[in-house]
């Protein structure tokens, strides 16, 4: 009787090791962050990935390297998200202690600690020249005091104005004295998002009363009741030209408006639940939605037609994007992302490799990556073209790293070697000469820079016959 041996390539824990059978080849490793990962962006340049944990830290990693270039320690609870400032020199990080904190880049030095909150900082984004930061809560801290639950906040593009919402009312700020210039009243129902047109002249307003609102900036006044959902308004997003507004409802239905006159345009009509989102692309002929019934769709602006039906997910879609040059779209729901092409709705690839659901996906900045995070505790980078992962990054402790490939070739610091060892079956061997056949120095510099790896894969490796 032939014995069927299993082979796996894993890290032995301090405290013991799990070995795993009946499964392919695979490489079970520990993350660099030891809780869920809330959010990882790309730096303006797309040099750098900023990473928040539940872990109580932020991570700065290079993406050509996937080194861990700073381990931004200081926040005492959960890290909600970590952002760049416009000029790529800082980082602000949000945390559920009651603080935000502003990071120095080059060096990973705490800058300044933003105290004052009396309650969790949910959010916090700078402004548009950099200057100033916006944190959302209570705001104690932050430009002037409001009261709290504040469920969204805005800079106006020209970094001059705030708007931010509570309960049913909205109100603009004045960045340079903290003056309140205006209460948006209006709304019956709980105000879901509010952010300004494209020129800053306009405000829009999606709330559960199951309107979207129109209001002028430098008059706060109403100009148009967007009336037509029949349920909650989730979002209200401008065009990039500013004329349109795409809103997103729990009717089932995405709908077009035109800004100057708040006429009904088109009604998106097709999903079979919740639309959680409705995104322009860039050149404002598109919009993707984003559904509870587990689709995306692609609608034509100037006629409202169904053009593409993205299906193929197990569960709801929380989000869906257009990529920098509108050819792509990135859709996440459940353990998986999906690429699909524009044009002709075609599925290009799915992204998969998290073993739980996605907190947050996007494109980099010249949209050949995609970066993704999950509950799985795990933060990957992806090739757009071929919908592989690039590589996975791990620290292990405070000196020693290791990355590795889709076929599980590896680098790392030397001490990280120590922690490689292979499974038959429930047999542990240590390899030493198999570890070196792995073994690729400066592999994200190869991957990155697309060398030929000719490293065998660890498929390729008869470990098991060679540990009898």
């Known amino acids: 009787m032939v014995r069927r041996t299993w082979i796996f390539l894993f890290i032995l824990l301090m405290f013991g090791y799990v070995a795993f059978a009946q499964q392919l080849p695979a490489l079970i490793l520990p993350v660099g962050h030891t809780s869920e990962i809330n959010s990882a962006q790309f730096s303006p340049d797309g040099k750098y990935i900023v990473s928040a944990s539940g872990d109580k830290t932020a991570k700065i990693w290079e993406v050509s390297s996937g080194n861990l270039l700073y381990d931004l320690k200081g926040h005492t609870d959960y890290v909600r998200l970590a952002e760049f400032s416009p000029d790529g020199k800082y980082i602000m990080s949000a945390s559920d202690d009651n603080t935000a904190k502003i990071w120095e880049v080059s060096s990973g030095k705490l800058l300044h600690n933003l105290t004052g909150h009396t309650a969790e900082v949910s959010s916090a984004e700078f402004s548009p020249n950099g200057k100033i930061i916006l944190s959302e809560r209570d705001f104690t801290d932050a430009i002037f005091e409001v009261s709290p639950q504040v469920t969204s906040a805005e800079f106006s593009p020209d970094g001059k104005y705030i708007v931010s919402a509570r309960d049913n009312t909205a109100k603009i700020w004045e960045v340079s004295s903290g003056k309140l210039l205006f209460d948006l009243t209006g709304h019956t129902s709980e105000i879901n998002s509010a952010e300004f047109s494209p020129d800053g002249k306009y405000i829009a307003s999606a709330s559960g009363d199951k309107t979207a609102k129109i209001w002028k900036v430098s008059s706060g006044k109403l100009l148009h009741d967007l009336k037509g959902h029949t349920w909650d308004v989730n979002s209200a997003e401008f065009s990039p030209d500013g004329k349109y507004i795409a809103s997103a409802s729990g009717d089932n239905t995405a709908k077009i408006w035109k800004v100057s006159s708040g006429k009904l345009l088109q009604d998106l009509k097709g999903h079979k639940g919740v639309v959680m989102s409705a995104q322009f692309s860039p050149d404002g002929k598109y919009i993707v939605s984003a559904s509870w019934d587990k689709t995306a769709k692609i609608w034509e602006v100037s006629s409202g037609k169904l053009l593409q039906d993205l299906k193929w997910?197990?569960?709801?879609?929380?989000?869906?994007?257009f990529s920098p040059d509108g050819k792509y779209i990135m859709s996440a729901g459940d353990t998986t992302a999906k690429i699909w092409e524009v044009s002709t709705g075609k599925l290009l690839h799915v992204i998969k490799g998290h073993t739980s659901w996605l907190t947050s996906a996007q494109f980099s900045p010249d949209g050949t990556s995609i970066l993704t995070t999950s509950l799985d505790n795990k933060t990957m980078l992806w090739d757009v073209a071929a919908g592989k992962m690039r590589y996975t990054r791990l620290q292990l402790n405070n000196n020693d790293w290791l990355v590795y490939d889709e076929h599980y070739r590896y680098d790392g610091s030397p001490g990280a070697r120590d922690y490689l060892y292979f499974v038959c079956g429930m047999?542990?061997?240590?390899?030493?000469?198999?570890?070196d056949a792995l073994y690729v120095p400066g592999l994200v510099e190869k991957i990155m820079s697309g060398v030929e790896?000719?490293?065998?894969?660890?498929?390729?490796?008869?470990?098991?016959?060679?540990?009898?």
């Open 313 to 321: 997910y197990t569960d709801w879609v929380g989000v869906a994007k």
């Open 453 to 468: 790896i000719n490293n065998p894969r660890l498929s390729e490796l008869d470990i098991c016959q060679t540990s009898k």
């Open 427 to 435: 047999e542990i061997v240590d390899q030493a000469q198999m570890k």
